[in-house]
């Protein structure tokens, strides 16, 4: 049978402590490896409940060599139940306390006994199904990149949040008025390109018309460039 025993200056030393530094103490004492409770449910199901042992005791008043012997048959009948029915950790347990009457008070182990039934027993296929089950790890990982914030400015560079404001908005005005003027740019860069296609193919086609015809086409041809650039701009 599983065996662990505590030392009465171990469970007087858990008994000054909080619980989450108790359960890190007890872990130490049963030379437990360290547990996350997400990654590790059945062993801190087992944890959990010899801590909540050794809770009772010390709310009871029980003396600390008792409580030494409690947390053993606490330790025991969990691992008793292992492919064991309920029947026959129940002879175990009652074999148990006949063996620590001589060592125990009597009202104590009684109130001991009642304590496990009302917890360990009531939920016996619970943890038969932790003591006997492999829990199997299912968890997904996502890396992510996190940006670190840029480092924060001395003081006395710091503005005032409506100079702040009204600088922000003035670069918005800015770029705007950049994207504009760029937009038009390139509204006038197109139609140049298109007017420079229109007039070699004007100039090709004067080639075969008479002069006086030739001279009045170009004039037209010379106003009508400038009426749209002028529309442009």
Not at 12 to 39: F, T, V, Y
Not at 89 to 97: A, E, K, M, N
Not at 135 to 143: A, F, N, V
Request: hydrophobic share 35%; net charge negative.
């Amino acid at each position: 049978m599983a065996t662990c025993c505590l030392t009465t200056d171990e469970i007087k030393e858990i008994s000054n402590l909080s619980r989450p530094e108790g359960l890190i103490h007890l872990q130490n004492a049963m030379c437990w490896e360290m547990i996350d409770p997400e990654d590790n449910l059945d062993r801190s199901i087992m944890l959990d409940f010899l801590y909540s042992t050794l809770e009772f005791c010390f709310r009871k008043g029980f003396p600390l060599l008792e409580s030494c012997y409690f947390f053993q048959l606490s330790y025991e009948i969990l691992h008793c139940c292992k492919m064991n029915i309920l029947t026959s950790t129940l002879l175990f347990f009652q074999s148990r306390c006949e063996e620590f009457k001589e060592c125990v008070d009597q009202n104590n182990l009684q109130c001991f006994s009642e304590f496990i039934f009302e917890t360990f027993m009531k939920h016996y296929r619970l943890y038969q199904y932790v003591v006997e089950c492999q829990r199997h790890r299912d968890s997904s990982e996502l890396q992510m990149s996190v940006n670190v914030p840029p480092d924060i400015l001395p003081l006395s560079e710091g503005k005032e949040e409506s100079i702040w404001n009204y600088e922000q908005k003035l670069k918005e005005v800015e770029l705007e008025e950049r994207l504009t003027a760029e937009q038009k740019q390139a509204a006038f860069e197109e139609v140049k390109c298109k007017d420079s296609a229109k007039i070699e193919c004007a100039y090709r086609a004067l080639d075969t018309l008479p002069d006086d015809k030739k001279q009045k086409t170009q004039r037209q041809t010379m106003r009508i460039q400038e009426d749209r650039h002028r529309s442009i701009q």
